[in-house]
């Protein structure tokens, strides 16, 4: 359609790559024209440079495409990076440099004073630092992040409930899928019946990345939220979908109701402006004593909802919950594309 943004997608045979090309199969604004990833992978075809490991057919518009070297040649306007860590760095700074909006999955540039860390639910104003970023750094392009796999999960409920409440203190506890390790990822030898309580660099990002995300933007900085996270990460024996266990202490007494009641009726910007990739509802409370489980509820909300259930008094902080969120989707490739559409929608690439 000649009216669609052509886009990019680098790392595009990785697992986040994939779901990128699946995402962006019939998407309404982008079109798919181009597909990077390493020298392994470079000059085949994409459906041999890549094990497919979606539960749809490999697109036919893609299957024969043959997929490029990571370089600011491509012919698009816009690149979703699924790039590896190792190498994302300097490869989204060269493509910014460049002139292209690069939306990164990678943790390389989170962090950075001007780069927006959005969540488009709760920080759309954060997209306010490209401004400067473009001016410190002299690019004509600009690189925008979107939160770690399990970052995600925690904030979509908790912005309503800092908003609402205050949150003084919090520990949670993450069960992430092992999908969220990439393909072909961990052995199974070593994860068959087995949890392992460790991911490197994992709970300093959750300990840090929700600050920032619900920080405010003063100026030309973010000044963060200021309160305490302790996080416990691990890997558990499941394909999809992080599950995390909160206990939260609030500067306001707030019951199980109602928490329950500010998380179901919160709506932000991307619901008001109906964006394609936008829930419904952000986050959908579920009253059933077992859930949410990873298998049935990772798919809410086309699954771009974090799913709470199990909303209870907490005897040593105030409230307790758990939350489930797709790693892949709403973790991964759909959070970056939500963030492609707010932008769209807020004429940045006009
Ligand atoms: N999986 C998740 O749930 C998840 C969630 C949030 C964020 N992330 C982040 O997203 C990124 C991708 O994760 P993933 O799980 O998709 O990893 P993955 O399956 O290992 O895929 C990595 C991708 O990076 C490419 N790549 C590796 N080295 C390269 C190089 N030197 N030059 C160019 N491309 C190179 C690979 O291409 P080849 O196939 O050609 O080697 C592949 O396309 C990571 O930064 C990860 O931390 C992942």
């Known amino acids: 359609m000649p009216n669609k943004i052509p886009v990019g997608v680098l790392g595009a045979t990785g697992a986040v790559g994939q779901k990128f090309v699946k995402l962006l199969e019939n998407h309404p604004w982008f079109e798919l024209t181009e597909l990077a990833a390493s020298d392994r992978s470079t000059g085949k075809k994409y459906a041999e440079a890549t094990t497919w490991r979606q539960y749809t057919p490999i697109p036919e518009q893609v299957k024969d495409r043959l997929v490029k070297p990571c370089e600011p040649t491509l012919d698009c306007r816009l690149v979703f990076s699924g790039l590896d860590s190792s190498v994302a760095g300097e490869v989204e700074e060269n493509f910014a440099r460049a002139g292209y909006f690069v939306l990164s999955n990678s943790r390389n540039h989170r962090m950075d004073d001007d780069v927006p860390l959005l969540v488009p639910e709760v920080n759309p104003d954060h997209l306010d630092l490209i401004r400067s970023q473009r001016v410190k750094r002299g690019w ?12 995600i999960g925690l904030v979509m409920p908790l912005a309503p409930i800092h908003r609402a409440f205050g949150v003084k203190r919090l520990v ?6 092992l999908s969220g390790a990439g393909y072909p990822g961990l052995s199974a030898i070593d994860m068959l019946g087995n949890v392992v309580p460790y991911i490197g660099g994992e709970e300093e990002k959750v300990e840090t990345e929700p ?3 619900l920080g405010k933007l003063d100026g030309d900085a973010i000044r963060f939220a200021d309160f305490p996270i302790s996080a416990h990460t691990n890997r558990v024996f499941v394909e999809d979908g992080h599950m995390e266990c909160v206990s939260v202490e609030l500067e306001k007494k707030a019951t199980p109701d109602d928490i329950a009641h500010v998380l ?7 619901q008001e402006l109906r964006l394609p990739s ?6 959908i409370v579920t009253a059933e004593r077992d859930r949410p489980q990873p298998r049935f509820d990772r798919d809410a909300g086309n699954a771009m909802s974090a799913v709470v259930g199990r ?3 907490c005897p040593v902080f105030d409230i307790r919950f758990t939350v ?3 790693n892949t989707v709403r973790g991964a490739a759909g959070a970056a594309i939500l963030n492609a559409e707010i932008m769209k929608a807020q004429k940045y690439f006009d």
């Open 172 to 177: 949670v506890v993450t069960m992430k899928a």
């Open 264 to 270: 179901s009726t919160f709506r932000s910007l991307p």
């Open 324 to 326: 489930l969120s797709h």
């Open 211 to 213: 600050l920032k995300i």
């Open 140 to 151: 004509s392009g600009a690189i925008v992040t979107n939160p770690n796999c399990s970052t």
């Open 278 to 283: 936008a829930p419904e509802r952000p986050v």
């Open 311 to 313: 909303i209870r008094e």
